[in-house]
């Protein structure tokens, strides 16, 4: 399970030169034959979950339209603060966690209980989301492959 960061760095001429990114790319300290003029995206780990069911369920019930198919889905700034929200009132009463955050069983889901790895990985939802909307570069994308 990923939340990706995907910034948009293509260098238009029409673009000021001060709000261009530089990109470069070397392999060893060596230059590439890849076009630094042609990339247009970097993409960066911005969050990592392993069988966070509670988690996974979320994105999907909210920005995957209840499809759970793996593909690359948009969360928007408001999607991830709703979520970080939710994670806070959970870590702050847990006798919310069912009602806000409900476990979901499913293939390699693990465990559904409402215990020290499902607090542990609202916590890590939390410092995940917090770091992401510090950043206000970028695009944000949850997946999850099988």
Known sequence: MYLDKRTYVKQW??????????????RGGEPTNIDPKKVKYIIEEAGYWRKANAIHKWFVDNIQDGVDDCRDAYA??????????????????????????????GFFFGNTEYDEWYYNDIQNTIEILEKALEDEDGDYYYSSSW
């Open 13 to 26: 001429d029409h673009i000021d030169e001060t709000k261009q990114y530089k990109v470069e790319v070397t």
């Open 76 to 105: 928007e700034r408001r999607d991830l603060q709703t979520l970080l929200d939710l994670c806070r009132i959970v870590i702050i009463d847990k006798s919310k966690a069912e009602q806000l955050l409900p476990s979901s069983s």
